[in-house]
């Protein structure tokens, strides 16, 4: 089964810059997608961006578009999140999650598995 663990967050200055990382593992084949989701307080989960671990490819909301980049090792066991030009409203808790399949997207419920999350505070 796969598992992801989120580490990374913390406290930021608004402007400033954080890298969070997905440390994945138990991947049976190079078809999955990896993807961020965060939830602010009192919002719902929402999607940020993805990656398909077989060739790269990513997809990103509107919202991370400029602003964050995702990635992964070389070993595509590890993705990463670096996140630029922090607002506040970026404050929320992400959570790594990962499906097994080839489609690009962040639809929440076709996400098999979840990390715990990590918090993200960008300060004023």
């Known amino acids: 089964e796969v598992q992801l663990v989120e580490s990374g967050g913390g406290l930021v200055q608004v402007g400033g810059s954080l890298t969070l990382s997905c440390a994945g593992s138990g991947f049976t084949s190079d078809d999955y997608i990896i993807g961020w989701f965060r939830q602010a307080p009192g919002k719902e989960r929402e999607g940020v961006s993805c990656?398909?671990?077989?060739?790269?490819?990513?997809y990103y909301k509107d919202s991370a578009k400029g602003r964050f980049t995702i990635a992964t090792d070389s070993t595509k066991n590890t993705a990463y999140l670096q996140m630029n030009s922090l607002k506040p409203e970026d404050t929320a808790v992400y959570y790594c999650a990962a499906l097994a399949g080839t489609g690009l997207g962040l639809v929440e419920w076709a996400y098999e598995y979840w990390g715990q999350g990590t918090q993200v505070t960008v300060s004023s």
């Open positions: 990656i398909r671990r077989s060739d790269g490819r990513t």
